[in-house]
């Protein structure tokens, strides 16, 4: 009888989509994983920042008090699960007791309105990223794409995820590997 494969854990990992992967919402998509067992995966798109919405008008709509500060912190589409609920992946300096997911490598995951007033007041964490919506995977579903040659999986550093701008990422990421950009092939060759 065959025992069942341990999971490897990629929470904290940055998924980097590869050429041909066939979804436009994930094309030359960065994806910071907050979360991932043999129940499924979430993550969040780290590099693909809204058009249509800004800080300033996420906190008006939601009738948040800003301090003196104009934040500039951009918006971005998280993925294409559950729009209307907000994210926000930050650096591990900020916590809410019971709220903040702790996620490895020094990163933190908080989806209430607390950390966005703490934000819109000049507060929060030193470093972080606001998304809507997310990605996420059933069981065994990312492994598979993986497998399948969709995704390239790389560590996550507070550099690529929070001070490399968004139009580089997907690059920067490749980078770490020691993979260049132009030399990347949609397909794969299985032994």
């Not at 979804?23 to 809204?50: E, Q, T």
């Not at 912190?73 to 994210?87: L, Q, S, T």
Request: charge should be negative.
């Amino acid at each position: 009888m065959d025992t069942p494969s341990e999971i490897i854990d990629f929470s904290g990992k940055l998924l980097i989509a590869m050429p041909g992967m066939g979804d436009m919402r994930f094309d030359r998509a960065v994806i910071f994983l907050c979360a991932h067992s043999s129940d499924g995966a979430m993550g969040l798109i780290i590099n693909k920042p809204s058009q249509d919405l800004s800080f300033r008008d996420l906190v008006e709509q939601l009738s948040i008090k800003t301090g003196e500060t104009e934040v500039a912190a951009p918006i971005h589409f998280g993925g294409p699960v559950d729009h209307g609920r907000g994210f926000v992946l930050h650096t591990s300096d900020y916590s809410t007791q019971d709220t903040t997911m702790v996620v490895k490598g020094g990163f933190g995951m908080t989806a209430t309105l607390d950390i966005l007033k703490d934000i819109a007041l000049g507060g929060g964490p030193k470093s972080s990223i606001m998304a809507l919506g997310y990605a996420g995977w059933g069981p065994n579903q990312l492994e598979g794409e993986i497998q399948q040659n969709g995704w390239l999986l790389c560590d996550a550093t507070p550099e690529i995820v929070f001070d490399v701008p968004s139009a580089a990422k997907w690059e920067a990421s490749l980078r770490t590997l020691g993979v260049d950009p132009v030399t990347l092939s949609a397909s794969a060759g299985h032994a």
